[in-house]
């Protein structure tokens, strides 16, 4: 029979590395906000759809192409990149540069 100094150091252990493996596996919280722009013109986008990539439902952008959404995904090690998509029927995509929060769109001309 094992000493119970013995027993106690093992279940004290096992609790510990439960509790550190689901604390460290929590929801990330991310934010982006951002403007979408026509390259062309230079003027904001109303009503782009902005959502993460896989999901369905995001937000859209305002009459000034401004957008703000908010995410939650599992992270073990870290909060993983927070991917978005853009998406108005009439335009492609043509820059994404996160960095500056400026999101570029052209006319698709065949989309008419």
């Known amino acids: 029979m ?7 150091l093992k ?9 550190i493996a689901f604390s460290s596996c929590g929801d990330c919280i991310q934010q982006k906000k951002g403007v979408v722009i ?3 013109t230079g003027k904001p986008i109303d009503s782009v ?10 937000e859209y952008t305002d009459s000034n192409g ?3 959404i908010h995410a939650a995904s599992g ?3 870290g909060c ?7 998406y108005k029927y009439g335009y492609i995509l043509a820059s994404r540069d996160m960095s500056s929060d400026t999101i570029y769109m052209v ?3 065949y989309s008419k």
């Open 66 to 68: 401004s957008f703000e």
């Open 38 to 40: 026509n390259k062309k």
């Open 107 to 109: 006319p698709n001309h």
């Open 80 to 86: 993983p990149v927070l991917k978005l998509a853009f």
């Open 49 to 58: 759809n902005v959502h993460k990539v896989g999901d369905q439902q995001g």
């Open 75 to 77: 992270g073990l090690f």
């Open 2 to 8: 094992k000493p119970l100094y013995l027993i106690m």
């Open 11 to 19: 279940t004290i252990l096992y609790v510990l590395f439960i509790s």
